[in-house]
């Protein structure tokens, strides 16, 4: 009997779940969620270090204290490695990284794969650990949204509920890579959910919340670059930061055909691709070693004003400009956004040295300068201002940095997504690869609610057709619908009417409304029955009719019975 309760009241979760405003039940499952991604994500910077600790004694990211040899051979048997991960995967779970996550939470209803998961976190951590120049958070996002989405496949929960529950894991590790809550909660709603609304915030929130605790207890309260009292000396600085914003406009536009070019001619190829990968990444380690790795030390130093010359920060800046949309295209499964980070600082300082020496401009702050350089490069290659706007005034925690950060995004982005028609890395490489998308209204608004919150469970099962005085008997017990259960489809009718019954393919009750208006079109019907698959077998739950769709679709955007043909 305890066994039978528990799994009712799981059932009756699922139900409640459906509705598009569940926000205490989903807010709970936001702070699960921030849990076990903030346990994965903390667990992945640990085997990080430690791998780092056993290759690199002098510290993370210092692959300049190798020998040259080390350097070539350990990108080129990281590449070996990362290869032989991803050839005992199957072809259609080796997909990984950010637009992979927006790809399933927009077309595969937020079904993020559990193999696809665990290939990320061991390709990631192997190109982390072997130097490749790529960084960590692209990685990171994509095993929280997996850790989200699988809470709530395991648990069976409605469709419409994963997508938040993703988002709830895309803020988890955002949260633990820059110890950001808030920038973690924006980058989900903006980039990756694309969606405002309480139901979906509260939750995301919760989440952050709970990954930033997490973070703060196993690291401190800093964030990720601890960042001196910065200000701006002179007016001047202004048009040197607009002249800087234009530049990393520029830039960021080529950033992004770069990557997306490199993808689009590897043609889905894979051994050649990766193998070259390890070996381009090995010379230039032996040459210049400061390339190697995510380069969050020279982020750090440049922050803090430690003085390079402009020879090695333009050596830097193109290095990696060439380097990591060369190893993302390849095929090596990194992320872009630390080492957008670093080309933005390292654009910033080599801008503040050219004012110092071309412009005459006195006292100029590096830091300041290297600082709006991130936030710029960051929102113009994501083409997310708002998300570099919350991380800037996180990682500062300085609101007089807002006016100056908000005046070199504006110029960023505009040069990079009108000017050169760029929509944000991510969208590029979907259109790229074919899988561009706009959701329609329709879409968006069906999206999020599941078929039980509208199904009727006014049904009977039979075995044969009533007669008409067995129908009147149904009639009077208030019974709307029979299903006469086949072994693959389920026979429809109801007790309204006198037609023969239809089959009908039924949809599982995870299902949105969205799925099932577009299963009866498919199906040339009117109702569907709901069913749930459990361990004993196909068990009937309901049915969900199109006039119920169309009248909540109706009722959502207040539109009159007089839209109803032209909408739905």
């Known amino acids: 009997m305890p066994a039978q309760r528990r799994r009712f009241s799981l059932h009756n979760l699922r139900i409640q779940l459906s509705e598009a405003d569940a926000l205490p039940h989903l807010t709970f499952l936001g702070l699960l969620t921030g849990f076990l991604g903030g346990c994965l994500l903390i667990g992945f910077n640990e085997l990080l270090k430690l791998a780092t600790v056993v290759l690199m004694p002098a510290g993370e990211d210092r692959f300049e204290s190798l020998s040259d040899i080390q350097r070539f051979f350990l990108p080129v048997a990281g590449s070996l490695l990362i ?3 991803i050839t005992l995967c199957r072809p ?43 960084g960590r958070e692209g990685p990171a ?77 196993f690291y401190g309260f800093e964030p990720a670059f601890v960042i001196p009292p910065i200000h701006m000396n002179s007016m001047a600085e202004f048009l040197l930061a607009a002249l800087m914003a234009v530049a990393i406009g520029l830039l960021a536009a080529s950033f992004i055909k770069l990557q997306t070019g490199i993808a689009t001619a590897r043609k889905g190829r894979l051994a050649m691709p990766v193998l070259s990968a390890g070996f381009i990444m090995g010379i230039t380690g032996v040459f210049a070693p400061d390339l190697m790795g995510m380069g969050y030390d020279t982020i750090s130093d440049l922050l803090n004003e430690s003085s390079y010359t402009l020879s090695f920060l333009l050596l830097m800046l193109f290095g990696k400009m060439l380097l990591t949309p060369m190893m993302t295209g390849l095929g ?7 080492p957008t980070l670093f080309i933005g600082a390292v654009t ?7 004012g110092d020496t071309m412009l005459g401009i006195p006292n100029i702050n590096g830091s300041f300068q290297a600082l709006l350089g991130m936030v710029a490069m960051m929102a113009a290659t994501l083409q997310a201002p708002l998300v570099a706007l919350v991380t800037v005034l996180e990682l500062t925690r300085n609101p007089n940095v807002i006016m100056p950060a908000m005046f070199v995004i504006v110029i960023a982005c505009l040069i990079s997504g009108r000017f050169f028609n760029n929509r944000g890395i991510f969208d590029q490489q979907l259109i790229v690869g074919g899988l561009s998308f706009d959701p329609s209204p329709l879409h968006q608004t069906l999206s999020q609610t599941g078929v039980a ?39 429809i009718s109801s007790t309204h009417t006198t037609i023969e019954p239809e089959a009908s393919r039924p949809v599982q009750i995870q299902a949105t409304l969205y799925e099932a208006l577009d299963q009866m079109n498919r199906q040339s019907l009117d109702a569907l029955p709901v069913v749930s698959l459990e361990k004993s077998g196909r068990r009937i739950c309901g049915v969900i009719t199109r006039r119920d769709v169309e009248s909540y679709y109706l009722d959502k955007l207040h539109l009159p019975d007089s839209e109803l043909e032209k909408r739905v």
């Not at 920038?183 to 959910?193: D, L, N, P, S, W």
């Open 332 to 338: 090596i499964p990194g992320g872009i956004i630390g």
């Open 453 to 491: 919150s509208l199904m009727s469970s006014s049904f009977a099962r039979c075995r044969l057709i009533p007669n008409p005085e067995e129908m009147q008997r149904l009639k009077y017990k208030n019974i709307e619908w029979l299903l006469y259960p086949d072994s693959n489809d389920i026979l």
């Open 141 to 217: 996002v994509h095993i929280g949204a997996a850790a989200g989405s699988q809470l709530g496949q395991k648990l069976k929960l409605p469709d419409n509920t994963l997508t938040t529950l993703a988002g709830c894991g895309v803020a988890t590790a955002i949260s633990v890579s820059f110890n950001t809550p808030l920038a973690g909660v924006v980058f989900a709603m903006e980039v990756i959910v694309r969606r405002y609304n309480l139901v979906s915030f509260i939750p995301v929130m919760a989440a952050s919340v709970i990954a930033s605790l997490m973070t703060q207890y």
């Open 83 to 85: 290869l032989s991960m």
């Open 348 to 354: 910033g300082s080599v801008f503040s040295i050219l």
């Open 92 to 134: 259609n779970r080796r997909s990984v990284g950010v637009a992979h996550v927006i790809q399933r939470l927009a077309l595969n209803r937020g079904r993020l794969p559990a193999s696809s998961m665990a290939l990320q976190f061991f390709t990631a951590l192997t190109a982390l650990a072997s130097g490749f120049s790529v």
